[in-house]
């Protein structure tokens, strides 16, 4: 079984811009989650997307934004890039949208602004 | 708000030593809770987790985690740990609230052979 994917692995961004990050999530498993792990702050919830709808979002400003697809994979489109928007962005996929079902989560991708 | 502290950042074992990582964790409400591991270039992955039932749980490659309600902790143990242990391990809980997933700081385990 396929794992979640993510693409891509590496984004070199300058200030200003926008990026979009693409996760796929395990076959059958219909619920997307995003974090955030910047260095020194640790792993922290992004966001929640379940049957095509943002379901939660954690503590970050509107510019961090995304969208599920009908075929359950997502997007995190993160605009006006700042320098500390560098970080590893990983996506995690479950089955359902319920808090017992385990997370399975991609290999991330870089951001790096510069 | 809810947290999760984890007591060490970095653990430096030799093999066959026994392991204890401590985890407290704050929630307000019902907490799911799981450990997760990152071993040197590859995914976070589930070790073990806890939802109901008997707060002794057991979770693959020998590690177990016991739920202490009454101390919100829920510390991973391990008998034995092998050189092959070597990784980053991640308290988390978890709430029926929302679904997000909230990470402790992360405890790095070196295990010398």
């Known amino acids: 079984e396929a794992g979640v994917t993510q693409s891509p692995t590496h984004l070199i961004k300058t200030r200003g811009q926008q990026a979009t990050l693409r996760c796929s999530p395990i076959?059958?498993?219909?619920?997307v989650y995003w974090y955030q792990q910047a260095l020194g702050l640790g792993l922290q919830f992004l966001l929640w997307?379940?049957?095509?709808?943002?379901?939660n979002r954690g503590n970050f400003p509107p510019r961090f934004s995304g969208r599920q697809f009908p075929n359950y994979s997502s997007e995190l489109n993160v605009n006006a890039l700042e320098l500390e928007d560098s970080a590893l962005y990983l996506c995690?996929?479950?089955?359902?949208?319920?808090?017992?079902?385990?997370?399975?989560f991609g290999d991330g991708t870089r951001l790096s602004i510069l | 708000a809810q947290s999760v502290s984890q007591h060490n950042h970095h653990v430096i074992l030799s093999e066959a030593a026994s392991l204890e990582l401590g985890c407290n964790y704050s929630?307000?409400?019902?907490?799911?809770l799981f450990w997760y591991v990152q071993y040197p270039g590859q995914h976070l992955q589930l070790l073990l987790k806890?939802?109901?039932?008997?707060?002794l749980v057991k979770g693959i490659k020998g590690f177990e985690a016991e739920f202490i309600k009454s101390k919100f902790s829920f510390n991973l143990r391990k008998p034995s740990v092998q050189w092959s242990d070597t990784a980053e391990y991640f308290c988390?809980?978890?709430?029926?609230?929302?679904?997000?997933?909230?990470f402790g700081g992360g405890t790095r385990l070196m295990v010398k052979p």
């Open positions: 988390v809980a978890g709430s029926n609230a929302g679904n997000m997933l909230t």
């Open positions: 806890y939802f109901s039932g008997d707060p």
């Open positions: 929630y307000g409400g019902t907490v799911n």
């Open positions: 076959s059958g498993h219909t619920s």
């Open positions: 995690a996929s479950s089955l359902e949208g319920w808090a017992n079902q385990p997370q399975h």
């Open positions: 997307y379940d049957e095509g709808e943002e379901r």
